[in-house]
C-alpha cells in the first residue's frame, strides 16, 4: 500500500497566486482530512471529507481558501489569492470512519512558502 | 484557546533515560488520546492510544498514562533511543468529534 500520496511535496509561490494542493487517500478509506501545521499552532484541522461529502469546514481559515473531493480517490485543496501568512505544511490524512478509534494516517504533506 | 496543550515545545534525554512527555487538556467530555510521532519531511504517525476508561496503556518501551481528575497524560519512553528524536503531537477527541491536537514537543535523545 502506498499510504497516503500528496503532491507536490514543495512548493514556492508569490503572494497572489493561486495554490493547490493535491491528495490521494489510503484506498479504502472513506475519510479524508486537510490540515496546516505551523510553529505557532501546531497541528489545526481544516476540513474533513467523508464519503467525498464536507461535513466540517469550521477550520478552514477564509473564504480564500476552498477544498473539493471531486471522488474517493482525489481532494484538491485552493488557496486564492495565497498571502505569506498561507505559509506552511499543508497535511492531507485519510481514515476508516469520521468517528471511528483507528487513527488517521498522514501523508508526507506539502510544505508551502508565499513569498 | 487551546484544548490541548503541550507546554514543553522540546525536550532532551540522554541515551537509556526515560523520556517523558506531557500533555493537559481542558474538555473534560475529551474520552480518547492518541500520542503521534513525526520525523523531518514526513506526516505524523500513529505510535499509541488511551481511552478514557484506562489509566495505563502499555506497548513495548512505550506507555502513556492517564489522569483524568487532572485532565493530564503523559508519554513515557523507556530506555530511550536516537530513533526517538521527533516531534510528538498530543491528540484528544470528544465522542462522535474529531481529534484536536496540541502543538507538538521535540524530543531529542543524545548518544
Known amino acids: 500500500d502506498a499510504g497516503v500520496i500528496q503532491s507536490p511535496r514543495h512548493e514556492v509561490t508569490e503572494m497572489g497566486q493561486e495554490v493547490t494542493l493535491r491528495c490521494k487517500p489510503i484506498?479504502?478509506?472513506?475519510?479524508l482530512f486537510w490540515y496546516r501545521q505551523t510553529m505557532m499552532r501546531g497541528l489545526e484541522l481544516l476540513i474533513y471529507?467523508?464519503?467525498?461529502?464536507?461535513?466540517?469546514d469550521s477550520g478552514m481559515p477564509e473564504d480564500r481558501f476552498s477544498a473539493k473531493m471531486p471522488n474517493a480517490s482525489f481532494s484538491t485543496l485552493k488557496i486564492q489569492p495565497s498571502e505569506p501568512r498561507d505559509s506552511a505544511v499543508y497535511f492531507c490524512a485519510s481514515s476508516l470512519g469520521v468517528v471511528s478509534r483507528t487513527e488517521q494516517f498522514f501523508g508526507p504533506g506539502t510544505r508551502l512558502t508565499v513569498l | 484557546d487551546q484544548q490541548v496543550k503541550q507546554n514543553s515545545p522540546s525536550l532532551s534525554v540522554q541515551e537509556g533515560r526515560i523520556s517523558i512527555l506531557n500533555c493537559d487538556y481542558t474538555?473534560?467530555?475529551?474520552?480518547?488520546f492518541l500520542w503521534y510521532k513525526k520525523y523531518p519531511a514526513e506526516g505524523p504517525t500513529f505510535l499509541i492510544s488511551i481511552s478514557s476508561i484506562k489509566d495505563k496503556n502499555e506497548d513495548g518501551r512505550f506507555t502513556v498514562f492517564l489522569n483524568k481528575s487532572a485532565k493530564h497524560l503523559s508519554l513515557h519512553i523507556v530506555p530511550s533511543q536516537p530513533g526517538d528524536s521527533a516531534v510528538y503531537f498530543c491528540a484528544a477527541r470528544r465522542n462522535g468529534q474529531n481529534f484536536v491536537f496540541g502543538p507538538g514537543t521535540r524530543l531529542s535523545v543524545l548518544p
Open positions: 484506498s479504502g478509506h472513506n475519510s
Open positions: 471529507f467523508n464519503n467525498n461529502v464536507p461535513i466540517d
Open positions: 474538555n473534560s467530555m475529551f474520552d480518547y
